[in-house]
């Protein structure tokens, strides 16, 4: 069943399948078509523009069989929760993303908005309006922010969300169920685009998505100490804007490295977070059962600033994992591999011409350097517990 969070998105269109994995489509003109079967999304496509598109068509049995085991594992949420959304002057995408709180099936004990500094009032009343905790976090930087939050919490999961989200009505019952076993430290979402209606929107989604599929996936440490000549992707475990810990976590770890993420390095503090989980023994999950939407960038200047601070916070990440746990396939993969990668993508272009891909390459070159440096200069300066 498809609620109005997931209709009539610019350039989406929603499907829900049969029992027999069959359906019809009822706007083909959309370039992403997501299929829903009892309530979840289990698979998307891409409509090349201007081809014809059938109107009906199956999904395969098997995709549905592993579904329905996945749901038949799936008992109901049993801890409580504490939401967190760090925002900073953006006060009508808060308000947006609140709106979709009241609709969730397992309501948060408490949401927390963490204020990093805005220039006015208005987040603060869209809060006070919504009837939520609200607190002003001044000093800028989301991993600061988001510190706050769980410092706040109250609950034994602790949900972080962005401001620029909405959230399906089973997001918080979903990803909360998912922690059925104590290893589990931290639980990730699927995050959908919330609208693909503009070039840079479509191109984030095609090169740069936050999805990472509609399986149910487990990362585990044992596989994570398998990785002993390369770097685990931690980043592959999901995407902050939905995403959950216990509250545990942060006393048995440490909270995030406040050198990462939007207003420090740029990016990456969630998957440094995960990956220091992961080293310490504890698994990560990812659910793709709870179901984010997320707003991407409108505009090419907006989308080409994004993927610079992606990169400079991925450079940084890097060495922060290195020094926090001295796996040394960190440091070789920031200053050996990575230029190497990208020397090589250089040279493909010059042989073979420019790709789509590669459209933003000069920016990931110059985000991937500028994470080095400010890694150098920075230091072991983190902020918070260690």
Known sequence: MLTDTCQNQPGLSHVVLADDGSYVLPDPSKPMIVFWWNGRPVAHRWLSVGAPAPREGQIDAQVLALIAAEEGRAGPAQLDASVVICTRDRPEELQRCLASL????????????????????????????????????????????????????????????????????????????????????????????????????????????????????????????????????????????????????????????????????????????????LAKGFSCRYEPSSVAFHFHRRTMKGLSSQIFQYMRGHAAALLVQYERTGIASNRIQAFFRMPRWYFQRILKGFRDGPSASDRFLKEEILGYLSGLIYYILNGTSSDEPR
């Open 102 to 277: 009241p609709q969730q099936t397992y309501q948060p004990r408490e949401v927390i908005v963490v204020d990093n500094a805005s220039k006015d009032q208005r987040t603060k009343a869209v809060a006070m309006d919504a009837g939520v905790i609200y607190v002003r976090e001044n000093r800028t930087g989301l991993d600061i922010a988001r510190n706050t939050g769980a410092r706040l919490s109250t609950s034994q999961i602790v949900a972080y969300t962005d401001d620029d989200v909405v959230l399906h009505p089973r997001w918080l019952e979903r990803l909360v169920a998912a922690f059925d076993d104590p290893l589990i430290g931290a639980v990730t979402g699927l995050v959908l685009p919330a609208e693909l209606a503009t070039e840079a929107q479509l191109h984030f989604e095609t090169y740069w998505s936050f999805g990472q599929g509609y399986t149910r996936r487990d990362f585990e440490a044992d596989a994570f100490a398998a990785h002993k000549s390369d770097v685990f992707p931690a980043w592959k475990v999901g995407a902050g804007a939905s995403m959950a810990f216990r509250r545990e976590m942060f006393d048995r770890i440490g909270y995030f490295d406040t050198r990462l993420d939007a207003g420090r390095a740029g990016c990456s503090g969630d998957s440094e977070f995960w990956y220091r989980l």
